[in-house]
C-alpha cells in the first residue's frame, strides 16, 4: 500500500452546518485519496466512532488514518495510523497494525523526517511550510528548501501548513513532496475538488 498523495486532516469543529458524515462523502465524490481522523480532543471511544463513521461514508479505495493509537485505528476498521513526532515507535505500532497497514509519521525537522524514515514509516506529513493559523506561534514555517531537503531523504513526504489549489501547492510538488495534507484546504467539498484536479494535472504533466 503505497503513501496517498492527498491527505485530508479532520477537524469537525470547522465543519459548520455540515455533518460529519455528509463531509466524509463528499471527499469520496471529490476523489480525496485519504483521511486523517484527528480529533485529539475526543475520548478513544468517540475516535473510534468518527473513523468507523468515516469508513462508512468513504468509498472502499479511500484511506482512512487515525491518529495515534495504532489499537484504536484497528478496531475501527482503519487502513492506518498516523503518529505523532513524539509518539509511539513505529515498531510498535507494526506490532499490532496488520499488513498491509499505513503508518505514518507528524515531522517539523528534517532531523524528525530521518529519524521517521530510519524506523520504517511509510510516510511523513513534514510542516507547517508556510504560515498557517494552525501553528501560528507555536512553529515557525520551515520553507521551501528544508522540505525539499526533507523530500531528498527517500521517504514520501507530504506537504503540510499554508498549501492551497494555488501556486503554493505546485511549489511544494516541484520542491519534491510527494503530496499534500491539509486541514482547511479540504473543509469545502468543492475546494477539496479542486485540489484533486490541480495534482491529476500535474501528474499528467510529469
Known amino acids: ?25 463528499s471527499l469520496g465524490a471529490a476523489g480525496v485519496p485519504a483521511l486523517q481522523v484527528r480529533e485529539k480532543d475526543l475520548d478513544d471511544r468517540s475516535r473510534v466512532d468518527l473513523a468507523r463513521a468515516a469508513r462508512e461514508a468513504l468509498p ?12 484504536l485505528a484497528r ?11 513524539d509518539g509511539l515507535p513505529v515498531a510498535a505500532a ?9 503508518v505514518g509519521r507528524s515531522t517539523h525537522s528534517l532531523e524528525q523526517v530521518e529519524s521517521a524514515r ?10 507547517p511550510v508556510f504560515e498557517t493559523p494552525s501553528k501560528a506561534g ?3 514555517p520551515r520553507g521551501l528548501e528544508e522540505l525539499a531537503a526533507a523530500a531528498r531523504t527517500g521517504i514520501p513526504v507530504l506537504a503540510l501548513g499554508g498549501l492551497d489549489e494555488g501556486e ?3 511549489a511544494a510538488l516541484a520542491a519534491g513532496a510527494w503530496g499534500i495534507a ?3 484546504a479540504f473543509v469545502d467539498p468543492a475546494r477539496a475538488a479542486a485540489l484533486v484536479r490541480r495534482l491529476r494535472e500535474a501528474e499528467a504533466a510529469r
Do not use: K
Not at 530510519?118 to 510516510?123: K, L
Open 1 to 25: 500500500m503505497s503513501a496517498p498523495r492527498l491527505l485530508a486532516i479532520s477537524d469537525r469543529n470547522l465543519l459548520g452546518v455540515t455533518g460529519w458524515s455528509a463531509w466524509c462523502a
Open 60 to 71: 472502499a479505495t479511500t484511506l482512512v488514518v487515525l491518529n495515534g493509537r495504532a489499537d
Open 75 to 85: 478496531a475501527a476498521g482503519a487502513q492506518g495510523v498516523h503518529l505523532p513526532g
Open 94 to 102: 507494526r506490532r499490532v497494525a496488520p499488513a498491509p497497514w499505513l
Open 118 to 127: 530510519d524506523e520504517g514509516a511509510d510516510y511523513v506529513v513534514f510542516g
Open 138 to 140: 507555536r512553529l515557525a
Open 168 to 170: 503554493r501547492f505546485d
Open 182 to 184: 491539509g486541514v482547511r
